[in-house]
């Protein structure tokens, strides 16, 4: 089989080539063959084009063709397929826009596979849909590591807007190709072409064609195509809000138990945990795993268990006077469902200090990732926190940048922090933790330049030539859309299960109004879960959540086997 001109990323030590680009046996053929129909070919063939949805799967029997990318100059060519080989990557589950066009360069025989057809397919045959999901997560690596995308991104490192996108895109696992106009010597020439101001950055071009000047999350989403058409009318099994750890756990075992289950994220799969750097404690990966890592490989496997999902949504009610319930969006769409699992998460509390949100993006970061790190670069950094997301920003940080600051409120680390993570801080040079203190004061020009805290017992306040300010400090739930409808506590979050019946001075009968008692995840609502941070008393680690997402599942089955 050709080989293709681009570069696998090396995840593990075995032939990636190979894994990308398998050579399936005559006997996997045969099994393959059931589930398509095979179609003669001719030289010359589009079989799929740029933005095609729902593309089927090609398996070549014989003949070759290629896969390659337009763009303004040409095309690119992807890879060349010859017998043995099959056609897609991720999208192929996902149900994302094609990024190539596929042409056949020698005529032959195809095994032409439908998109419900392959799901069929990997959900019966074990060794079949390690093969597939496998290449396919590969091919789409491929082509985020070499920004062969179907966007280019103009933008600066001096612009809040530019991380926010490039952020959303990475997350979102679709590849781009950024161009920073602070140092492209072609910037000017691509700006002219498109007639775009500098002051209109961050500018996305989508498809070669359609321009948006800084453009929101939705925009973005909806010029590339990622999510798909949603049926009003159609009632749903579950539909679960929030794209973290634990909303996808919940869609992972949902979806792989036959039920018909929809995801709502606002941002991009991950949540909170998507911005951590590296998580070392969670129970399967001794060397540690990102955040982005771990939720692209939860959405991938639900997915594959036909789990849809829907990003740069936000839900804005849940209506709840009726059931089946509705989920209303943002754009006003109402979706009908007979249960709801809430993973909507927390988000950092962001500190009531002038100039904050000037700073966002351009020196004020809510996360770690690599998109933050190598702006650190030989900088001295401040990180506020002191829980486990703040430690692991300071240790990641610590690798680039010149000295790092940890401010943290109260007078020790250890009663919110890991052990492995206190003693990697307490060992590391690069780190100070300064404790008793809290941030009084931003300052800067178009950047931040200047930071301020307050040791809380001296008084004594310290101004420090700081560039780069992470704050991990808190978190409120993101549970505002809910107040009319679910019992929650002083804090915002979702009180659920016995709670429910030991909270607000006894007075039980207004916080759970069914005979049977409440499930364990349940809330104030029959049938509506609660799993996650944004749930009251939740245990703040990646794994409880995972279980949390999983066991809301189980008792999904008993509510909707309730009729």
Not at 404 to 409: A, H, I, S
């Amino acid at each position: 089989m050709s080989q293709s001109p681009l570069p696998i990323p090396n995840t593990s030590a075995l032939d990636q080539q190979t894994q990308a680009f398998p050579h399936l046996t005559p006997a996997q053929i045969d099994r393959i063959r059931p589930y398509g129909k095979a179609r003669a070919v001719t030289a010359g063939e589009i079989l799929f084009n740029v933005s095609d949805q729902h593309m089927p799967m090609f398996v070549l029997l014989s003949g070759k063709m290629e896969v390659v990318q337009p763009t303004s100059s040409g095309e690119r060519k992807l890879v060349v397929h010859e017998p043995g080989g099959f056609t897609g990557e991720i999208n192929m589950i996902s149900g994302r826009r094609s990024l190539a066009r596929g042409r056949v360069i020698e005529a032959g025989e195809f095994i032409e596979v439908g998109q419900e057809n392959l799901r069929s397919l990997i959900a019966k045959d074990a060794e079949l849909s390690e093969i597939f999901m496998r290449a396919y997560i590969l091919r789409r690596l491929m082509l985020i590591t070499s920004g062969f995308g179907d966007v280019v991104l103009l933008g600066s490192m001096h612009c809040g807007g530019t991380l926010r996108l490039r952020e959303f895109l990475s997350r979102n696992g679709h590849p781009y190709t950024y161009v920073d106009l602070e140092t492209d010597s072609h910037a000017q020439e691509i700006l002219d072409r498109f007639n775009v101001c500098v002051k209109e950055i961050p500018v996305l071009i989508c498809r070669g064609t359609k321009v948006l000047r800084n453009p929101t999350p939705l925009e973005v989403a909806d010029c590339l195509g990622l999510n798909n058409p949603v049926d009003e009318s159609q009632v749903r099994d579950v539909i679960v809000v929030g794209g973290g750890p634990s909303g996808l756990a919940a869609a992972v075992y949902a979806a792989s138990e036959g039920l018909n289950v929809l995801v709502i994220e606002t941002n991009a799969p991950g949540g909170q945990a998507g911005s951590s750097s590296k998580i070392e404690n969670y129970l399967g990966f001794p060397t540690g795993i990102s955040g982005f890592e771990l939720a692209a490989r939860a959405l991938n496997q639900a997915q594959k268990f036909g789990a849809e999902m829907m990003v740069a949504h936000d839900v804005v009610r849940l209506h709840c006077d009726r059931r089946p319930y509705q989920i209303e969006l943002d754009n006003g769409q109402k979706l009908t469902t007979r249960t709801v699992v809430i993973a909507s998460g927390a988000q950092y509390n962001k500190p009531d200090l002038p100039n904050r949100g000037k700073f966002e993006g351009v020196g004020v970061y809510y996360g770690a990732t690599n998109m933050e790190a190598p702006l650190c670069e030989g900088e001295e950094v401040v990180v506020v926190g002191g829980g486990n997301s703040a430690g692991q920003a300071a240790v990641y940080l610590s690798e680039k940048a010149k000295h790092l600051y940890m401010l943290v409120r109260s007078g020790q680390l250890a009663e919110t922090m890991s052990r492995y993570l206190l003693d990697r801080i307490e060992g590391n040079p690069k780190i100070t933790v300064q404790y008793n203190s809290e941030i009084v004061g931003l300052d800067g020009d178009w950047h931040l330049e200047n930071v301020q805290w307050r040791n809380k017992t001296t008084g004594e306040v310290s101004t420090c030539p700081i560039r780069h300010l992470f704050l991990m400090t808190g978190a409120v739930p993101n549970t505002t859309w809910l107040k009319d409808c679910l019992a929650l506590d002083s804090k915002g979050f979702i009180i659920t299960g016995q709670d429910l019946q030991t909270s607000g001075n006894g007075n039980s009968k207004t916080l759970w109004p069914a005979s049977r008692p409440p499930y364990l995840l349940e809330t104030s609502l029959p049938g509506v879960f609660a799993a996650g941070d944004v749930r009251s008393g939740n245990v703040k680690r990646v794994a409880s959540a995972v279980g949390e997402g999983s066991i809301s599942v189980h008792l999904v089955h008993r509510v909707l086997a309730e009729g």
